[in-house]
């Protein structure tokens, strides 16, 4: 059995929640699933925008994503399977294996908005491996990576 808690997150906000009391930024623990042999896969919301109330441009997902893709395969290429979109445009799904201590994600993720602040390109931003690569914009994923660093004191505040 897994314990979320002596992982760092609190239980009372794994899973689905009311979309009208979430905080944003947070990153929380959605859920997470162990299997027959005992690996763990983790699934945690990276939540950047209050639901319903502001959304990311299509921009500013879509070359934020390349910078976690790129972030989380540098610092996690053990554990890193995943980064996916929400549909809602507020936030992104990382999904890991075998790694959900809270604190280890946190730090990845603080390294991974610092590393945005100072590159000078986004990452896969080519014809060859990215299907709209002419809708990226360095100085938007900047600015966002600087808000949600500037609210680093508030993600673990989910609701």
Not at 33 to 54: F, M, W
Not at 89 to 113: H, K, M, P, S
Not at 128 to 154: F, I, M, P, T, W
Request: charged share 15%; glycine share 6%.
């Amino acid at each position: 059995m897994i314990n979320i808690e002596q992982l760092g997150w609190e239980s009372r906000t794994v899973g689905e929640l009311d979309h009208r009391l979430l905080k944003a930024p947070h990153v929380k623990l959605r859920s997470c699933t162990q299997g027959s042999t005992g690996d763990v896969v983790y699934a945690v919301d990276l939540r950047i925008n209050p639901p319903n109330v502001t959304f990311l441009s299509s921009t500013e997902m879509h070359s934020f994503e390349h910078f976690l893709l790129a972030g989380f395969q540098k610092y996690m290429p053990q554990n890193f399977i995943s980064i996916g979109l929400m549909g809602c445009q507020t936030g992104f799904y990382l999904v890991l294996f075998n790694e959900g201590r809270a604190q280890t994600i946190l730090d990845v993720y603080e390294n991974i908005l610092q590393d945005i602040l100072i590159a000078s390109e986004v990452p896969y931003a080519n014809i060859v491996q990215c299907g709209n690569y002419k809708n990226h914009s360095l100085e938007l994923a900047q600015q966002l990576a600087q808000r949600v660093l500037d609210a680093k004191s508030n993600w673990r505040q989910v609701v």
